[in-house]
């Protein structure tokens, strides 16, 4: 009994859904084109979601808590163009490290004092951030790529570790493995859900949610730097927040806040950073890639929508239905004693 109860617990699970969905995927694009299943370009599906797959697992924090960061893509394209210049000007490898993942925390402390004090809408606050941070770029690299970075510095992302797996991802594997399990095996991980689903209950049973939202925040801008630390290319980023986003959902993060995993979240990412590269193997043009995910993207907010209101609807019905049942049971004893009487 207890390992069918675990079954049913598996296949109740959100991120579920996006491992069975990218599964199919491969299958579909393989029976297409068998070259596809081929293990190197297996492999280079994980090893291209690695960027995707840290930015979603932040974003998870902030979706967590029931808000939204969308300035993740310029955090990342900032960290790039600074650490980018600091190694082509020669500066060690720690410091430009270092002063990237500073720039990740200040942003994410901005978008926190905005969000969780100053109580700003989370989507235009960040996205006024968004907006401060691109002209940062282009006024700090004059529009131009930081090129001549160090050619050890460069080669290192195409190092494997595990067959094809390059060494990036499977770090990345480990760290949201860590994070999953920080998340839901710890009393103070668990304070992300529980604010993301009812902020002010959880105020008032004496969680830390300003805290909490705090945390969340920089969290995700940390995990936007290390983006951009270990793929520097300043111009990049347009259009990551919207794959970041659409990843965790895809994963099973409801937007509404209080419900998902980063694993979810990571699964999701594989799937976006996949796209364009399957689209290939399928015949057509990877310019349908924005477009693609998009409907993605509405399509899973509305589902996610519908699972949400009808969950709403089910809970309410059930309530109705205990307080009727209360009613009646006590109605009739009233009558009884009446009837004594």
Not at 136 to 150: D, F, M, R
Not at 254 to 268: D, E, N, P, Y
Request: glycine share 12%; charged share 10%.
């Amino acid at each position: 009994m207890r390992a069918v109860q675990q079954v049913k617990k598996l296949l109740k699970a959100r991120g579920l859904t996006s491992f069975l969905f990218l599964i199919a995927l491969f299958v579909v694009v393989g029976t297409i084109n068998p070259a596809f299943l081929s293990p190197a370009n297996v492999s280079a599906c994980f090893n291209t979601s690695v960027v995707y797959t840290l930015i979603a697992v932040g974003m998870a924090f902030t979706l967590l808590i029931g808000e939204i960061d969308v300035s993740v893509g310029a955090n990342l394209g900032l960290t790039a163009a600074v650490v980018g210049s600091m190694l082509r000007d020669g500066q060690p490898l720690v410091l430009a490290c270092a002063v990237g993942i500073l720039i990740g925390v200040a942003i994410g402390l901005i978008n926190a004092w905005g969000v969780a004090v100053m109580k700003a809408p989370s989507l235009i606050f960040t996205l006024g951030t968004n907006g401060v941070l691109r002209g940062i770029i282009y006024v700090y690299t004059n529009g131009a790529w930081v090129e001549n970075l160090p050619k050890e510095f460069k080669d290192f992302s195409s190092v494997t570790a595990v067959g094809d797996l390059t060494v990036y991802y499977c770090v990345t594997v480990l760290l949201v493995i860590v994070i999953h399990l920080l998340l839901t095996r710890t009393r103070r991980g668990r304070y992300f859900a529980a604010v993301g689903d009812n902020a002010q209950g959880a105020t008032l049973v004496g969680l830390p949610t300003l805290k909490t939202k705090v945390l969340a925040y920089v969290i995700c801008g940390v995990m936007a730097a290390i983006g951009g630390i270990i793929f520097v290319t300043p111009m990049s980023g347009d259009g990551y927040e919207m794959k970041a986003i659409a990843a965790c959902v895809l994963g099973g993060v409801s937007l509404l806040g209080g419900v998902g995993t980063v694993i979810g979240s990571a699964i999701g990412a594989v799937i976006m950073a996949s796209i364009s590269y399957l689209l290939v193997f399928m015949g057509f043009s990877s310019n349908y890639d924005n477009a693609i995910t998009g409907v993605i993207l509405i399509v899973i907010v509305v589902a996610d929508a519908l699972i949400q209101h009808r969950s709403v609807v089910k809970n309410r019905r059930a309530r109705l239905l205990a307080r009727v049942s209360s009613e009646g049971t006590a109605a009739p004893e009233q009558t009884a004693e009446g009837g004594e009487a």
